[in-house]
């Protein structure tokens, strides 16, 4: 599972989505380096800056979006 955004809801989400059985975050993207490192660091997942990044991983199977719905596109 990879997590573009590394605010409240990305961190929100990333956590539930770990804490199940059959998923594991492997990877955040994040604007803010100060949140995704935490936020990585926590769950043990790679950093990236660039959200492309997570979808060319062999080891992602979905993506969710936890960004401010204002930049959902960019």
């Known amino acids: 599972m990879g997590v573009v955004g590394s605010g409240g809801m990305g961190g ?3 956590e539930s989505f770990n804490s199940l059985s059959n998923c594991e975050v492997v990877g955040i993207a994040a604007r803010n380096p100060d949140t995704g490192s935490e936020l990585a660091g926590k769950l ?3 950093l990236t800056t660039d ?3 997570l ?4 080891d992602v199977d979905a993506i ?3 960004t401010h719905n204002a930049i959902h596109g960019s």
Do not use: L, P, Y
Not at 55 to 58: A, C, G, L
């Open 64 to 66: 969710t979006i936890c």
């Open 44 to 46: 043990g997942a790679a």
């Open 55 to 58: 979808v060319d991983r062999e």
């Open 51 to 53: 959200w492309k990044e």
């Open 12 to 14: 929100r989400r990333a």
